[in-house]
């Protein structure tokens, strides 16, 4: 049995992971992919040493990230899922009977096939005939649409680091506004409250330049560093908080209960933003 150390993102700590095989081990032109398999979470995915999934608790993950706004946007047809590469926040959107074209923007096509060939119960949605697959910088494909095409836009990017970068930017995020629909709806995660409260906040300002309604979800996650993962949305006029269409999907951990009680609360919310919250781990991403 070998070990694995996880670094986690912008702050001192690390996680460690029992490793019993190696499956897949690689470089792509971006980073360096790998397949392992641990004993209690089954296969994971790694891309330059950050746990992107585990098999065992990869739903609570994809499930969040994308039905919160799926059933809070009154009819999500048109849908960009960037980055998610693994396919799972693909295969979520598409179980719903609503959308008609997913374009699944992923800019490393070798997570694609790696997730294909090791992981096809995550990437099952990839030959569905409402997906067009596009294979570059999400930041680009986003700049480049026509105005107000889209509905809901999902970011399932790596962390806020290197190429992921154009993800978050002030830039980024008035192209994402211009091209959703009047109702329309976005949605990225933005890391751990616990690990990274300065990210979580910053996030937050950055979407407020470009977006007249933004909240915060979060939801908990064994593998990914800080376990309370959060969620932000920027949305064009609708409160994500209300769910808009019933739950009708065969779905793990989300329902329409959860919905409403995976948003942070706003006295929370208020003392975050204020910096009234202080705690040892304040995890800054960089912006150059
Ligand atoms: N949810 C996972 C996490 O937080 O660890 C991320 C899973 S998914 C595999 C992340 C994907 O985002 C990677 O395959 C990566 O290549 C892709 N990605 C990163 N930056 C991107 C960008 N600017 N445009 C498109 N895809 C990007």
Redesign the pocket.
């Known amino acids: 049995m070998i070990r694995f150390v996880e670094e986690a993102p912008f702050v001192p700590t690390q996680i460690s992971y029992e490793i019993s095989n190696i499956l897949y081990k690689g470089r792509s032109r ?2 360096e992919i790998e397949v392992v398999e641990n004993p209690d979470f089954g296969r994971m ?1 790694l ?1 330059d040493g ?4 585990t098999e065992a608790d990869e739903f609570f ?1 994809h499930e969040m ?1 994308t039905h919160v706004l799926m059933h809070s946007h009154p009819n999500p047809r048109r849908v960009v899922v ?5 396919g ?1 926040a693909l295969r979520e959107v598409l179980r719903h009977k609503t959308v008609e074209k997913v374009f699944f ?4 096509g070798e ?1 694609i096939k790696v ?1 294909e060939k090791f992981f096809p119960r995550v990437a099952s949605g990839n030959k569905d005939p409402r997906v067009e697959i596009r294979v ?4 680009e494909f986003i700049k480049k649409r026509p105005k107000s095409d889209i509905d809901v836009i999902i970011v ?4 806020i680091i ?3 970068r ?2 978050f930017t002030q830039d980024f995020f008035k192209a994402v506004r211009n091209c959703l629909r009047e109702e329309g709806m976005f949605v990225t ?1 933005s890391e751990s409250i616990l690990f990274h409260r300065d990210t979580v906040v910053k996030v937050q300002k950055i979407l407020k330049d470009a977006f007249p309604v933004v909240d915060l979800y979060a939801s908990p996650l064994a593998t ?1 560093p800080g376990y309370w993962w959060s969620y932000a949305v920027g949305s064009m006029k609708l409160s994500p908080r209300e769910v808009r269409r019933p739950h009708k999907i065969k779905t793990k951990f989300y329902d329409n209960e959860i919905h409403g009680q995976s948003f942070i609360t706003k006295k929370f919310y208020e003392k975050l933003m204020a910096g009234k919250l202080d705690w040892a781990l304040k995890g800054t991403f960089s912006e150059k």
Not at 50 to 53: M, S
Not at 82 to 86: H, Y
Not at 156 to 159: C, G, H, I
């Open positions: 971006f980073q995915l891309l950050a746990v992107q999934l993950y990230l960037i980055g998610g590469g693994d799972g923007v992923e800019i490393d997570v997730a570059m910088d999400g930041a399932d990017s790596t962390d290197g190429f992921a154009t993800l995660h990914y």
